[in-house]
Nanobody, 115 residues
Framework: QVQLVESGGGLVQAGDSLRLSCAASGRTGSSDAMGWFRQTPGKEREFVAQ???????SYTDSVKGRFTISRDNAKNTVDLQMNSLKPEDTAVYYC?????????WGQGTQVTVSS
């Protein structure tokens, strides 16, 4: 069993920064891809950023240059540094980790950006 716990969400103003963290525990083994997704009411969950075991990263276009994903393989954690936040970044953010070709999701953390 794998558990993911996210933290770091909150209410901020446009232009502010937030750092989300996700810690994996349990039978994590060697986690492969670790990433962040987000979802707003009435919309499908969308990809935000992903990082591989080796550190290769990818981002959705709307966050490039503003968000940075990083991971600590020894601690099984993945962070998302979010700068220059915009109201359209408001969403519930979910951590996702792939372990042995199985995807695990966190419970989500709310990020609200006021204009």
């Amino acid at each position: 069993q794998v558990q993911l716990v996210e933290s770091g969400g909150g209410l901020v103003q446009a232009g502010d920064s937030l750092r989300l963290s996700c810690a994996a525990s349990g039978r994590t083994g060697s986690s492969d891809a670790m990433g962040w997704f987000r979802q707003t009411p009435g919309k499908e969950r969308e990809f935000v950023a992903q990082i591989s075991w080796s550190g290769s990263t990818s981002y959705t276009d709307s966050v490039k240059g503003r968000f940075t994903i990083s991971r600590d393989n020894a601690k099984n954690t993945v962070d998302l540094q979010m700068n220059s936040l915009k109201p359209e970044d408001t969403a519930v953010y979910y951590c996702r980790v792939r372990i042995a070709n199985i995807y695990y999701w966190g419970q989500g953390t709310q990020v609200t950006v006021s204009s």
